[in-house]
């Protein structure tokens, strides 16, 4: 708990420091590229046949994905608490090159905690981290997924908190985290906010994301929840069905219980225990989620439906031909949602979708997994 309390008054003093908002949007602008534009989806809108689909551009932002926005605020902060060290979790090993990249530009030490399953299957992430100087030590406990090495993360930031700092990689864990993450990934939704009132004159009237833990959708969602008129969508991992172990969608398909200090919506056996999930995607299979969707979900703010493992890899296809863009497969789920939603709207609507990362990554599991060569 005093790890967390003296976060909390970190924290809140940064946010407070027009200096330290100051370096962070220095950062933004200049190492990872941001403002990231907002685009026209016209061939994937006339193929859905409705309303037009627009996609925020995550997948331009240096090293690919939404992740790197959260990371390097975390950095800054690591080094205005004057801690010397930053350890991290990673899943898909995308928050941990996000966090590699953080670490190796400020020159601050890095270990990665990395299921030794998830080591084996993302191993060009792997050696990302290591080529930044990351330690990456592989978690042989539990299921040697993501969720274990959370607790293996959160048990060293017990013992090593006076010099480390832990850069949580999605809005879960214990509050501050959530709350933390989530401000670090609103820049996505306040300038997609402010970019669609200077170029579509108006607000999206639908805004879809994907959720695995939830930080893209969170950063998307936050700067438009006052604005009413404006439908919010949240498309979890369907997996193969809705069957126990074959799927992720703890919003859709959980109960409410506890898991890695935060009370939300978990996938869980009848006694309680956390169940195994499956999904296509890597990036989205955590049996929890973060604990304010689960306050929006049962508030009605946002509506949180699924997308099975088929339909996110028939859509990737879609985009790539259409568009000429190779979506992660974790945001190919939220534009299958985007093309649903938009057949059944009139032409003049707009949908909005987070295209939180790029797909370069799961080229080699998309060719294995439809047959092709790679
Ligand atoms: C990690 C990841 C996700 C899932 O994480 P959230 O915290 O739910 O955003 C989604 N898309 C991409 C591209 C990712 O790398």
Redesign the pocket.
Known sequence: MRALEELVVEYESAKKDPKFQAELDHLLKTFVGRPSPIYHAKRLSELAGGAQIWFKR??LNHT????INNALGQALLTLRMGKKRVIAET??G??GVATATACAHFGLPCVVFMGAEDVRRQKPNVFSMKLMGTEVRPVTSGSKTLRDAVNEAMRDWMSTVETTHYII????GPHPFPMI?RDF?SVIGREARQQSLETLNRLPHVIV???????????MFYPFIEDSEVRLVGVEAGGHSSAPGQHASPLSLGQPGILHGTMSYVMQDEDGQTSPVHSV?A??DYPGV?PEHSFWKDEGRVEYTFCRDGDALATFDKVARCEGILP?L??SHAIAKAMEIAAGLPRDQIVMVCL???GEKDAAEIARLTGRDY
């Open positions: 995550e997948d690919g994905a939404h992740k899943g898909a995308q928050h990689g999605s809005v879960i993450v990934q994301a994907c959720v695995g833990g939830g930080s893209n959708a969170a950063g995607s990036g989205l973060g992660a974790e945001t939180s990362g790029r």
